[in-house]
């Protein structure tokens, strides 16, 4: 989205499913890591549990945002009578904090909680005024998680020959299968291989299902220096690659 950003062709047909895509993508891994979460305590996969955790996190954000849209612009035009510096901000992060604890006590991901809220708020008039106050907060902790996702990598597996290997082997097949899901624009105005290009990157998400999974003795060492190269390589590889496809796209549509 960072490249289509800069390239102006975010509101691009392609911009549009990449993006559309990539929300869908979030929710399904969100769910399934709330299942992780789930096997995690109860030590024991149970089909039942995954149909209950499954049906509890469709419905909560189902709810939440349903329920968020409908009332956070009452509440925010509230706030802005109080006319206090800051309290929007400070009111979108404990927000923010509040569906992430929320989430967490009824059995879900907190990220899922979290990323209920971002929804919420990206449909609020002032959803540009929270994405300018909020940057200093994310330029802090952004890197303190990408700094943690780092320093647990065991440099003594990552230059093994069996990692490398079996970590360039799976970013070749991610960087393929996600071509090949570029397809199922067919029936769009949007091209294929830059909308597969485009959701080519395994990012904060992917970090965050393999933290979790070493944490909790799911992941061993090497297996988390594996998924650490294939997210490095894919996040790497997507913008030059990206910016190629759409340029070559811009240069055929002027040529006709």
């Known amino acids: 989205m960072r490249v289509l950003n800069d390239m102006g062709k975010v509101k691009s047909e392609e911009g549009k499913v990449i993006l559309g895509a990539a929300v869908i993508d ?3 891994g969100l769910i399934l890591l709330s299942i992780i979460v789930d096997i995690v305590a109860q030590g024991a996969l149970s089909f039942v549990n995954v149909g209950k955790i499954t049906f509890i996190a469709v419905a909560f954000l189902a709810l939440s945002i349903y329920l968020g849209i409908r009332f956070a612009p009452r509440i925010i035009r509230i706030v802005d009578y109080l006319k206090v510096r800051r309290t929007f901000i400070i009111g979108a992060f404990v927000f923010a904090m509040a569906m992430a ?4 006590s009824i059995g879900l991901a907190t990220i899922i909680g979290a990323f209920a809220a971002g929804l919420v708020l990206e449909k609020t008039q002032n959803k540009l005024y929270f994405q300018k106050k909020i940057r200093p907060v994310a330029a802090l902790f952004v890197p303190i998680f990408f700094i943690m996702a780092g320093a647990v990598v065991d440099l003594s597996t990552i230059t093994s020959l069996h990692v490398l290997a079996t970590g360039g082997v799976l970013t070749v097949i991610a960087i393929l299968g996600k071509l090949v899901s570029g397809a199922g624009t067919w029936k769009s105005p949007a ?7 485009g959701m080519v990157p395994r990012g904060e998400v ?10 909790n003795e799911l992941v061993e060492p090497g297996m988390y220096s594996i998924l650490i190269i294939v997210i490095i390589l894919t996040t790497l590889v997507t913008p030059p690659a990206l910016m190629q496809l759409m340029r070559g796209k811009e240069e055929e549509t002027s040529g006709k």
Do not use: H, K, R
Request: charged letters at 10%; hydrophobic letters at 60%; zero cysteines.
């Open 206 to 215: 992917g970090l965050i299902f393999a933290s979790f999974g070493l944490a």
């Open 191 to 197: 091209e294929p291989l830059p909308v597969g290009m």
């Open 26 to 28: 979030d929710i399904v």
């Open 101 to 104: 604890y929320i989430a967490n």
